[in-house]
């Protein structure tokens, strides 16, 4: 026998299940805007991948130092790891579409760099622009979704990963293909591609995506304050699930 709190489960189940299979309530311009969004993760994972071949064979043709390599390689993740909180805080203050556009612009301008300066140290901190970047182009198109498309949110995560995984791909592919084919263009020429490729993503996104209200910062209140969420109010909420003669918890 099933109890009425296990029949409005399955009831709830089905219908967030229904709502996740289909795409209704989604117009050609929210497809558009969740498809623009998606694609920054194209370019912020095709501008991480396509280090990874050059930059082994440019510094052993270079005799560039294992350090100087390897510190190239990290410096965008490393920088990503730095700027990713810095990035949650902003998002309170600044619009997501601001930050995916100033996202955009960084990257490209790291890879700009990194194809016309081939100095050790410029190449690490161009990459370190490339990750900051990433960061800021990243989480803010994740964040734009989540707050925009709740009930599609499980859609919009899928299409991000599709379009990140596709960056990885080409990435490495690309680098690689041209550093072998082109003697004089072959190591700037993907990264003026990654960059080319960013500046077009920033344009679409320019015109696509609706301006966003940024979040307004959270405002402290005290315990017995009209509209108060302190910690009576916490406390009640807690009382009333506990006492609820109808809550059923099963495993």
């Not at 969740?34 to 920054?40: D, R, W």
């Not at 003697?183 to 960013?198: E, I, K, Q």
């Amino acid at each position: 026998m099933l109890r009425s709190s296990e029949v409005y489960y399955s009831e709830d189940t089905a219908r967030h299940s229904h709502s996740f299979m289909s795409l209704k309530g989604l117009s050609r311009k929210d497809l558009a805007t969740i498809l623009c969004c998606a694609v920054v993760n194209l370019s912020t994972s095709y501008s991480v991948s396509v280090a990874f071949p050059i930059i082994p064979l440019y510094a052993n043709k270079q005799q560039i130092d294992d350090v100087y390599a390897g510190a190239i390689l990290g410096a965008t993740s490393f920088a990503y790891l730095v700027a990713s909180p810095v990035v949650g805080f902003a998002l309170i203050r600044w619009k997501c579409k601001t930050l995916m556009v100033w996202g955009l612009l960084l990257i490209a301008l790291g890879d700009l760099i990194f194809a016309m300066f081939p100095i050790p140290w410029i190449l690490v901190m161009a990459r370190v622009v490339t990750g900051v970047g990433n960061a800021l182009a990243e989480i803010a198109a994740m964040t734009f979704v989540s707050r925009q498309y709740t009930e599609h949110i499980g859609k919009c995560m899928s299409a991000f990963e599709v379009f990140q995984g596709v960056g990885w791909i080409i990435g490495p592919s690309i680098a690689g293909y041209l550093y072998e084919t082109s003697d004089s263009f072959g190591f700037p020429a993907p990264f003026v591609l990654g960059a080319l490729l960013s500046l077009v993503i920033l344009m679409y996104i320019a015109v696509i995506i609706p301006a966003d209200k940024g979040m307004p910062p959270p405002r402290l209140t005290l315990p017995g304050e009209e509209g108060s969420t302190g910690m009576n109010e916490m406390m009640a909420t807690a009382k009333k699930l506990l006492t609820n003669q109808h809550l059923v918890v099963t495993s």
